[in-house]
């Protein structure tokens, strides 16, 4: 098994951008599918994009799609998720999470506000 540890969170304007990074600490990340989830103040966790080991498979939740991009650099064991134009509903903590080892990082804060 492996750690999961995401940065990149913050305070960010609406219509501004930031980059979430998760890195894996695991030999084994090359073989690892990986997803992102996030969870709002008083919300369930969700979906937010998956990324399969190679990247050869990407999927987005409708609610980011145009507007998050997911990507992952192996020899780095690290993870991306791209965030633009982001809105207020975009607040929450996100997570990366590895499901086939079933492990969740701490998560990141991420903070929408004029």
């Known amino acids: 098994q492996g750690q999961l540890e995401e940065s990149g969170g913050g305070l960010v304007q609406p219509g501004g951008s930031l980059t979430l990074s998760c890195y894996v600490s695991t030999h084994e990340f090359n073989l690892w599918p990986m997803r992102w989830y996030r969870q709002a103040p008083g919300k369930d966790r969700e979906f937010v994009a998956s990324i399969s080991s190679a990247s050869g498979t990407i999927t987005y939740a409708d609610s980011v799609k145009g507007r998050f991009t997911v990507s992952r650099d192996n020899g780095k064991r690290t993870v991306y998720l791209q965030m633009t134009n982001l809105q207020a509903e975009d607040t929450a903590v996100y997570f990366c999470?590895?499901?086939?080892?079933?492990?969740w990082g701490q998560g990141t804060q991420v903070t929408v506000s004029s």
């Open positions: 999470q590895s499901p086939l080892e079933q492990l």
